[in-house]
């Protein structure tokens, strides 16, 4: 089993890069307008990172945790940003609670999204409704713990989630941004979607399509 749950998270790392690679345009159009226009590029660095760290412990035999804490420490040291370090920190939070050996349990998943929604919001300062891609972590976090806690499986309960986060990347465009680099051009962005909420939102639902395979 564990050598499964590793490969998985390896399929969810090489999505994710895919997954940037098919929005980078869109995600730099989106920083462009009230950011500094290097979400996508940003992204792709280090999702690509992230991918070929994990790649490199898979095949020596790491476990789940291992591949991800690797691809965790790949995608902060190389893509740069902001984003980035939060990249790293939700990668690193999610990676402790799958660990090595077995296969992880739906809750053991469920808290770590919530441990990283946690430290994001530690790390960055950032509150709900101040336009950042917490405005879609914290909700896709806590209601992936309450389908969960309500006995749906982990594709299930991640799919609703992810459906939340959606919806939730689209209702940034009605905010004011009071963090990050778009603060200072404020009203430019009202209108546009935050680039890390919209980019957040792209990966768990690609992740869902992991996770059914
Ligand atoms: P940078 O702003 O350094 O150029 P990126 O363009 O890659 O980095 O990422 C910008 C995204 O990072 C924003 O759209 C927002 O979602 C997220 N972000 C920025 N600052 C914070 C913060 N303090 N807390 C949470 N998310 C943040
Ligand atoms: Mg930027
Ligand atoms: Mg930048």
């Given at each position: 089993a564990s050598r499964e749950v590793a490969a998985t998270v390896q399929a969810v790392l090489t999505t994710i890069a895919e997954t940037v690679d098919l929005n980078v345009e869109e995600l730099g159009r989106l920083d462009s307008i009230a950011g500094d226009g290097d979400h996508g590029i940003g992204m792709q660095r280090g999702s690509h990172a992230a991918a070929t760290a994990g790649a490199t412990a898979f095949s020596a035999g790491a476990g789940a945790e291992t591949v991800l804490a690797r691809a965790a420490d790949a995608w902060a040291d190389r893509a740069g940003g902001t984003s980035g370090a939060l990249w790293g920190l939700i990668l690193a939070q999610v990676a402790v609670r799958l660990g090595d050996e077995g296969r992880p349990s739906r809750e053991a998943v469920a808290a770590g999204v919530s441990a990283a929604a946690e430290s994001v919001m530690a790390y960055g300062k950032a509150e709900l409704g101040d336009k950042t891609m917490v405005d879609v972590l914290v909700p896709f976090a806590e209601t992936l713990s309450r389908q969960v806690d309500d006995g749906a499986a982990l594709i299930a309960a991640w799919s609703e989630a992810a459906a939340v986060a959606t919806a939730k990347a689209t209702a940034t465009a009605d905010?004011?941004?009071?963090?990050?680099r778009a603060r200072a051009h404020g009203k430019n962005s009202v209108g546009t979607p935050d680039p890390g909420a919209h980019s957040?939102?792209?990966?768990?639902?690609?992740?869902?399509?992991v996770l059914s395979a």
């Open positions: 905010l004011m941004p009071r963090m990050g957040l939102a792209l990966i768990v639902n690609a992740i869902s399509t």
